[in-house]
């Protein structure tokens, strides 16, 4: 069950919330822009490892490097945390559009795998990318609805994903699709 402010609302509830932001943002797009900020923090002494805070004085999170990269392996790496941002922004886009759609969705498993040759980002090769070459998004979606409804669903998460869309130009993006249907 999704949560609001702390309650958990319905999927009624989740549409409803979704219509009246997109109805104000079309009446007065700048109501649609905004900006993100986030602080992150390496100390001489702690490593590799990072803490960083949302809206300095929101949430933090500490980051740290493998102990195969330099760090202790004490909290996820940045591309752990990289990948689990696009998993669960296209896991709550399928949610959020399944409810703007009134398409039944029961749970939504989205699996990353992103693919790399070390040797661009130790400067070892020009041929080899810095960064990833190959993302591979798989998406399990449990549910009783048709399948070109949730078909629809995943390609309106896919396609307005924003962390899909902050990936470089050159990833290419590989997508995966099945359905569960949920155990009665």
């Not at 409803?16 to 100390?43: E, H, M, N, W």
């Not at 029961?106 to 041929?127: C, F, P």
């Not at 990833?171 to 249907?181: A, E, K, L, N, P």
């Amino acid at each position: 069950m999704e949560r609001l402010c702390g309650k958990a609302v319905t999927e009624a509830q989740l549409r409803d919330l979704y219509q009246r932001k997109a109805r104000a943002i079309a009446r007065r797009p700048g109501f649609g822009a905004g900006s993100g900020r986030t602080r992150v923090t390496l100390r001489s002494d702690a490593g590799l490892r990072c803490e960083a805070e949302a809206d300095p004085g929101g949430t933090s999170q500490l980051i740290d490097a493998t102990s195969a990269d330099g760090g202790d392996g004490s909290a996820p790496s940045p591309a752990d945390l990289l990948r689990a941002s696009i998993g669960a922004c296209v896991a709550m886009g399928c949610r959020i559009w399944a409810a703007r759609r009134e398409v039944s969705l029961d749970a939504v498993v989205v699996e990353i795998t992103a693919e790399y040759d070390d040797r661009g980002a130790l400067g070892l090769s020009a041929e080899a990318p810095v960064g990833w070459r190959r993302l591979i998004v798989a998406v399990a979606l449990t549910s009783e609805a048709l399948e070109v409804d949730l078909r629809e669903v995943l390609a309106l998460a896919l396609r307005h994903s924003p962390m899909l869309a902050n990936l470089a130009p050159a990833i290419v993006q590989v997508h995966g699709f099945s359905v569960v249907r949920p155990s009665r």
